[in-house]
């Protein structure tokens, strides 16, 4: 029984330092150039996988759009849905409904 739970708490700790030692944590996330100086914030960030009509796949997440989601850069407040592609990396946030209202381009891709 003791081992059991040893494992358990082996597994979980693998599991944490997995998912905090992943590629996009050691990537440097910027602030965009207009919000410099203001109190800014992503929900997250990841890596876009795909864009559908009524959602996003981040990071092999599945997330919501909300029905007035707005595109932005790090340079542009406003830039065209048209230049998110596969591999973008990406910050978004989200709603009290856990929608993303806004999602910002950080880099093209992840090279």
């Known amino acids: ?4 739970k040893k494992i358990r708490v082996y597994c ?4 944490l330092i997995f998912l905090f030692s992943s590629e996009i944590s050691a990537f440097k996330i910027e602030c965009p150039e207009y919000e410099k100086g203001n109190f800014f914030y992503y929900s997250s960030v990841g890596i876009l996988n795909q864009i559908k009509n009524d959602c996003f ?14 595109y932005h850069g790090l ?3 406003h830039i065209p849905q048209s230049e998110f592609k596969k591999g ?23 090279d």
């Not at 029984?1 to 059991?4: A, G, H, T």
């Not at 979980?12 to 599991?15: D, P």
């Not at 796949?57 to 707005?70: A, C």
């Not at 973008?88 to 992840?110: H, P, Q």
Request: cysteine-free; glycine content about 4%.
């Open 1 to 4: 029984m003791v081992n059991l």
């Open 12 to 15: 979980f700790l693998t599991l």
């Open 57 to 70: 796949i981040i990071s092999d997440k599945t997330l919501k759009r909300n029905g007035s989601t707005s």
């Open 75 to 77: 340079k542009r407040r």
């Open 88 to 110: 973008a990396v990406v910050g978004y946030k989200l709603n009290d409904k856990n929608e993303i209202t806004d999602i910002y381009l950080i880099k093209k891709s992840f």
